[in-house]
Nanobody, 118 residues
């Protein structure tokens, strides 16, 4: 059974940091493109950061709104993808979702809530 489990969300003051984790089971995550998405209340889900599979070079890409503040990374030994979030802003408040995909496969975690207070 394929499962992505996010953790690390919580309440933080503006300017603070959080690290989100996405632990995978049932898939070898390094073979997948992995991404973090977020959905704020009343808004559509949006891409935050993505990292290509390790076999494709592990290239990263970020939404303009988080460039320079967020970093996506992998730990293949732990089958986990991380999102380090620094200099958090109230507008970063959202539920953050992990995604793993190939051309023929697409799966999501259940989400972890991040709340940034002013």
């Amino acid at each position: 059974q394929v499962q992505l489990s996010e953790s690390g969300g919580g309440l933080v003051q503006a300017g603070g940091s959080l690290r989100l984790s996405c632990a995978a089971s049932g898939v070898i995550l390094r073979f997948y493109t992995a991404g973090w998405y977020r959905q704020a209340p009343g808004k559509q889900r949006e891409l935050v950061a993505v990292i290509s599979s390790s076999t494709s070079g592990g290239f990263t890409n970020y939404a303009d709104s988080v460039k320079g503040r967020f970093t996506i990374s992998r730990d293949n030994a732990k089958n986990t993808v991380y999102l380090q979030m620094n200099s958090l802003k109230p507008e970063d408040t959202a539920v953050y979702y992990c995604n793993a995909r190939t051309s023929a496969f697409d799966t999501w975690g259940q989400g972890t809530r991040v709340t940034v207070s002013a």
